[in-house]
Structure formats: structure tokens, C-alpha cells
């Protein structure tokens, strides 16, 4: 199934960044909606359907006749909301995308030194992927990681690597290149993570090492990345 998530993220890397960008929009506005408006419900029955139904299939390979089933809402309502299915596909993955940078934001408050806070959004990464295993992987399944530095989604990552930037405590190459690098390796993680199904303590030593890895490749100082990988383990393997 992991070789099918790979290829279907592969497939529609080239179209994925607009789509996300209007399904973001639209995720947006359906937040402002009130929730007990016909319109509100709807979609939000589409949506649910979309997180049950991708779990096992990619969106080419499920009929709208599937999701309006499942959703208990009309055809017709479907275009209301969407384009089309990639449209739809889109808003589904911003859905969850916005839950774990909801997530990695609490994480994060209170957080000043931008590195521990790079760090930490792998941390809820990974969380993520052990304790929502199936939305995590129609987040994988339905999305790209919308690489663009500029992409709304990604703005908090970028300010972190740049506020790191300008303290010196990572190498100039981030500026241009440390927002794709670090979402890959957010990426790869989650999907070996789904793949094995591993215990706490060797999630947890996984992603201390991907940490290790990974902000070393950034060029963060070796102590500090020693430091902030001892207690991403030591947390993640207290996670119940």
C-alpha cells in the first residue's frame, strides 16, 4: 500500500500547489461559516467522506457517486463545493494539513529558539503519524508537501529557518533549500512510520535520529542538536 501512497504523491506533484492553495482559501472560509448553516453541513459530510473513503483508495480510483453516498448529500452538491475531484482530493488533505499545523503551533508557543522550534514540527510529525495513522495517510495519499517557500502553509517553517538564519546557527544553503529538505524528511518519516507500525520507544528513536540527521544537514550546531534529539526520544517514548 506504501509503494501506492509513494506513486500517487509522485503522480500529482506537478498540479497539487494551486489546488492547495484554493482548497486552503476554502477551508478557510468554511471555518468562518456558521456551523449550522446547510451549506456549512454539507461540505463538512463531504469532507468526513473524503478522510474515510482515501484511506484505501487514491481519488482516481473512487467515484463523486461514492462520496455523495457516503456523505448522504445530493451529486449536484458536490460541484457546488468543488471543482472537481482533485479540487476535492485538495481540500481534504488542507483539512488535515491545518490540523497538524494547529497541532505543531501549540507545540511550538512559547518556544523562542527557532531550531528547537524546526524540531519540533517533525516531533508532531511523527506524532501524528503513530496516533493518526489514517489521516495521515490521506495527507500523504491526497497531497503534495506544497514545497513552494511562499506557500501559506509553510510560512511558519520559513520564519523559523530564517529567524535561525539570521542568529547564525544554520548554513546559508537553508535560505533557499531548507524549506523543501525539511518537509521531505517530515514526509519520509511519516510514511515509515505508518509502513512499520513500530513500539513508542522505537518510534521515538527514529525520530531522533531523523532529527540528529536532519538539523545537522541544516547546520545547526552539533550540541544543540545533540541536546534537542535526547529529548524529542525522551518525550515521544513517554507519549501513551
Sequence with gaps: MMRRIVFDYLVNMIDFDHSVNYALCMSTQTLQQTKSSRTGRTRVALIA???????????????IDDFVARAG?????????????????AAVAAEVRLEVEAQVARANAGV???VARIAGGMAIAARFAVEQPRRAIVLLRSQMPATNQSHPLNRGLKDDIEAALERGLLRP???QSGVPYWLGLCQVLMMHLIET??????????LGDMLL???TGLGAPAAQVEKIACAARTIQAGQP
Design 112 to 114: 523562542s529558539d527557532p
Design 173 to 175: 544553503e537553508a535560505r
Design 197 to 206: 507500525r513500530p513500539s513508542h520507544q522505537l518510534a521515538a528513536d527514529q
Design 49 to 63: 467522506a473524503g478522510l474515510d473513503l482515501m484511506v484505501d483508495r487514491p481519488i482516481d480510483a473512487i467515484p
Design 73 to 89: 448529500v445530493a451529486k449536484g452538491s458536490f460541484f457546488n463545493h468543488f471543482k472537481d475531484k482533485h479540487d476535492f482530493a
Design 213 to 215: 540527521m536532519g538539523l
